[in-house]
């Protein structure tokens, strides 16, 4: 009686070899990302802490001169014979430590821990080579000449790149999350509606020009200076530039592969570089509400750009406009700017000579303006009035003195006003030549158009792009501007720098964490040491020696570019050697 049907004792097809179900390989084992994804579901509200092993840690040794000695000063403990150490299945940097002896049974040890059935180390090492802005090409270099192995290869360098950003996503959006509901209790506080927040928004490049093919824009909270948003725009898919071929070679075979490629495609911008600012912020005003319950009803932008004019069209709140206030630093810079086209276009306004206009004098015209600005946050007419107090203090003569908007009293810092409070004006002399005419007719205009009510009503406040600018320069580190990077490179670089942005470097060690990296006492210790070094650095540059020393340097360098400039004459120019 035959079996039944689907019977495994019966064979219908003996010729047929019966293919063995594969369960991977040493290649496949660590390409997984199953308990990075594991662990990425568990996080829920940010935490830093993670647990550190006290009893792990790595050491770099010479393989054959240690286990050598240890050969023989080992012996089995059945055979009574010596012991051989050697090294077998290699996964990158991970590897088997294999004892032989003249017993037939071998002993293996792990040379680190797995997560799951992959090589710790190798995820380990991409992360740290990822922290340091180094990628796989630096990553083997630095495993061959170190004679450590021949490094890892394309697939597992790809997979486990695919571990790092899902675990860096992971915490980046715990940590903005917690930033936005620290950002709208600090807004409750200062008196505002809760969740109708005031940020900073700016962009940032991978190359300068509007030829980059990746752009980063960041919003940033005024109350907690922390990233709340960001987004990477990409007009470029390594993907789509293979098959752009075939578009007219084999446009059926095309179609098929585009229309499943549509979801995966890393390409997200189309249009010029300079749009993907405008772009990303956009979406991420329009996003706000679904991603914190917040609506950004003050942007805090520079006037180099049409973001503004972007949100606007948008519309992202159906009941609510959104407000335009200026970076201060930006609008100080637009004086420096203007000063500096002024003397170029302006022959005889620059070089030796009493009252021109010299780089050390637009540096302090370009500081003294911003200063009007900080120190009257809260009134367009204070502000008014020390801007124009810098440029008439600067023409005053002892036959002309215009000191009627510099500030009174003895602690002026205007030395005629000093002298009034003192009752000694009739033995007050000015120590500086006052601007040429010429000088002050050409700033004149500059002036005035500074001081403008609708662009200070928009500096109000004081805001500044300060933060998003520290941001911009963090990022960077991670994927450097000289190395080709892909996408997923660049938001791997953003959603480290946030973290650390945010909470210090003891978010790197979190990320490591959901990677499934053990944390030992040296990486603990370390990111303690980085966070109180990051605190002292900055406290240290807030200072008022330390700020007066920049200035000052700023002040000589500029000074000395006149010197060297009335020495030489103009050196680089166009038309300059005809």
Same mark, same amino acid.
Request: aromatic share 8%; glycine share 8%.
């Given at each position: 009686?035959?079996?039944?049907?689907g019977?495994k004792a019966?064979?219908?097809?003996?010729?047929?070899v019966?293919k063995?179900? @594969?369960h991977?390989?040493r290649?496949?084992i660590?390409?997984?990302?199953? @308990?990075?994804?594991a662990?990425?579901?568990?996080?829920?509200r940010f935490?830093?802490?993670?647990? $550190?092993?006290?009893?792990f840690?790595?050491?770099?040794?010479e @393989?054959?001169?240690v286990?050598s000695a240890l050969?023989a !000063?080992v012996?089995?403990k059945d055979?009574?014979s010596e012991?051989?150490?050697?090294? %077998?299945s290699?996964?990158?940097l991970?590897?088997n430590?294999?004892?032989?002896?003249?017993?037939?049974k071998q002993?293996?040890?792990k040379?680190c !821990?797995l997560?799951?059935?992959?090589c710790? #180390?190798?995820r380990?090492?991409?992360?740290?080579?990822?922290m340091?802005?180094?990628?796989h090409?630096g990553?083997?270099?630095?495993?061959g000449?170190?004679?450590?192995?021949?490094g890892?290869?394309?697939s597992t360098? =790809?997979s486990?790149?695919?571990?790092i950003h899902?675990?860096?996503?992971?915490?980046?959006?715990?940590i903005?999350?917690?930033a936005?509901?620290?950002e709208?209790?600090l807004?409750e506080?200062?008196?505002n509606?809760r969740?109708n927040?005031?940020?900073?928004?700016?962009?940032?490049?991978k190359?300068r020009?509007?030829?980059?093919?990746?752009?980063? %824009?960041?919003l940033i909270?005024?109350?907690t200076?922390?990233t709340l948003?960001?987004?990477?725009?990409? !007009?470029f898919?390594a993907?789509?530039?293979?098959?752009?071929?075939?578009?007219d070679?084999?446009?059926?075979?095309?179609e098929?592969?585009?229309?499943?490629h549509q979801?995966e495609?890393t390409a997200?911008h189309?249009g010029?570089?300079?749009k993907m600012?405008?772009?990303a912020?956009v979406?991420?005003?329009?996003?706000s509400?679904d991603k914190?319950d917040?609506?950004?009803v003050?942007?805090v932008g520079?006037?180099?750009?049409k973001?503004f004019?972007?949100?606007?069209? =948008?519309?992202p709140?159906?009941?609510l406009?959104?407000i335009?206030?200026?970076c201060v630093?930006h609008?100080?810079?637009r004086?420096?700017?203007?000063l500096?086209?002024?003397?170029?276009?302006?022959k005889?306004m620059g070089?030796?000579g009493a009252?021109?206009?010299t780089d050390k004098?637009i540096n302090?015209l370009?500081?003294f303006?911003g200063l009007a #600005?900080?120190r009257h946050?809260?009134?367009?007419?204070?502000?008014?009035?020390e801007?124009?107090a810098?440029?008439f203090?600067?023409?005053s003569?002892?036959e002309?003195?215009q000191?009627q908007?510099c500030?009174?009293?003895a602690?002026s810092?205007c030395k005629?006003?000093?002298?009034a409070?003192?009752?000694?004006?009739?033995?007050f002399r000015?120590?500086?030549p006052?601007?040429?005419?010429a000088?002050q007719a050409?700033?004149?205009s #500059?002036y005035?158009?500074?001081s403008?009510?609708?662009?200070?009503?928009?500096?109000?406040?004081?805001?500044?792009?300060?933060?998003n600018?520290s941001l911009?320069?963090?990022?960077?580190?991670?994927?450097s501007k000289h190395?080709h990077?892909?996408p997923?490179?660049?938001?791997?670089?953003?959603?480290?720098?946030?973290? /650390?942005?945010?909470?210090?470097?003891e978010?790197?060690?979190k /990320?490591?964490?959901v990677?499934?990296?053990p944390?030992?006492?040296?990486?603990?210790n370390?990111?303690?040491?980085?966070?109180?070094e990051r605190?002292?650095?900055s406290?240290?540059r807030m200072s008022? $020696?330390v700020r007066?020393?920049?200035?000052?340097?700023r002040?000589d360098?500029?000074?000395?570019n006149?010197?060297y400039?009335?020495q030489?004459?103009?050196?680089?120019?166009p038309?300059?050697?005809?």
């Open positions: 009686m035959g079996g039944s049907k019977n019966s064979n219908t097809h003996p010729s047929r019966k063995r179900k @594969f991977g390989n290649h496949s660590e390409q997984d990302t199953q @308990f990075t994804s662990s990425a579901k568990k996080i829920g935490d830093v802490k993670v647990p $550190v092993a006290s009893n840690g790595y050491c770099i040794i @393989f054959v001169s286990f050969s !000063s012996i089995c055979c009574k012991v051989a150490f050697s090294k %077998s290699l996964r990158g991970g590897f430590i294999l004892l032989e002896c003249k017993c037939d002993t293996k040890i040379s !821990s997560v799951g059935s992959a710790e #180390i190798n380990r090492i991409v992360f740290a080579m990822r340091l802005g180094v990628g090409q990553l083997n270099l630095f495993c000449l170190m004679d450590i192995c021949q890892i290869g394309n360098y =790809a486990i790149l695919e571990n899902i675990a860096a996503s992971t915490v980046y959006d715990s903005i999350s917690f936005a509901t620290e709208k209790d807004n506080r200062a008196g509606i969740n927040l005031t940020v900073s928004g700016d962009g940032t490049w190359k020009g509007f030829s980059s093919l990746f752009g980063v %824009s960041t909270g005024k109350f200076g922390k948003d960001s987004k990477v725009k990409s !007009s898919c993907t789509c530039n293979l098959w752009k071929g075939k578009k070679s084999d446009p059926v075979a095309y098929t592969w585009f229309k499943n979801e495609c997200n189309t010029s570089s300079g600012e405008i772009d912020i979406e991420m005003f329009q996003r509400e914190h917040a609506k950004y003050t942007y520079d006037g180099d750009s973001t004019k972007g949100i606007l069209n =948008a519309e709140y159906e009941d406009l959104v335009k206030k200026e630093g609008v100080e810079k004086m420096g700017t203007r500096r086209n002024a003397k170029k276009n302006n005889g070089g030796k009252g021109k206009l004098l302090e370009t500081k303006y #600005i900080r946050p809260d009134s367009v007419e204070e502000m008014r009035k801007i124009w810098t440029f203090h600067k023409s003569s002892d002309n003195p000191h908007n500030p009174e009293g602690e810092w005629w006003q000093q002298a409070a003192n009752g000694e004006l009739n033995q000015h120590d500086k006052p601007l040429t005419p000088v050409a700033i004149r #500059i005035e158009e500074l403008k009510d609708e662009l200070l009503h928009r500096c109000l406040g004081s805001e500044t792009q300060n933060n600018e911009n320069s963090l990022i960077w580190t991670f994927a190395l990077s892909g997923k490179i660049v938001e791997i670089a953003t959603f480290l720098a946030t973290a /650390i942005f945010n909470e210090g470097f978010a790197v060690i /990320i490591m964490n990677m499934g990296c944390i030992g006492n040296e990486a603990h370390y990111t303690q040491r980085r966070n109180e605190v002292a650095r406290e240290r008022d $020696v007066q020393t920049r200035m000052d340097a002040s360098h500029a000074a000395l006149d010197f400039e009335e030489e004459g103009v050196l680089y120019g038309g300059i050697a005809d």
